[in-house]
């Protein structure tokens, strides 16, 4: 997908609460949302969620439209080869505007990622024009999943682990 979703579900928010944000930058999805924990579309990631350990199916279709799924942390880190490496490939992953202090990127692949930064478990949003997160569908542990981590001004793409309560955006690789 060369945009982040914006479909709403239960533990899906706009930045801010604000829904200008969500047209802008999609929702922000709980790593739970994502999965689709509670299996509303598929089943391969159903009971999937903060504090819980799960072994889902993949691919992970979880809140992606049908043909679709949330990529793997396989999956980013071959996207990440293909763009020339992790120390580039943020750059090559950002879009070309909409980063603060002209911390843009090339969008050399078309993924024009947006620095939507993310939603804290306590509800507060941070990093707008600064990071854009990226869930992945592959745990860490029962707290935490793997996701793609884009920092304005720094060239390079971090493949982290964030806490499941955590409202991030999400990417659909088609099946």
Known sequence: MAENL?????NSYCYNNNSANCTKYGRLYTWAAAMDSVGTLTTNGKGCGYKKTCSPTYPVRGICPEG???PSKTEFETLFTAVGGQDSAGTALKSTGGW????????AVGFSALPAGDRGSNGGCNYEGLNAYFWSSTEYDSNYAYNVLLYVNFDYAYLDYGNKDYGFSVRCLKD
């Open 6 to 10: 914006n479909y709403e579900t239960g």
């Open 68 to 70: 679709w799924h949330l």
């Open 100 to 107: 603060f202090n002209d911390g843009n990127g090339t969008d």
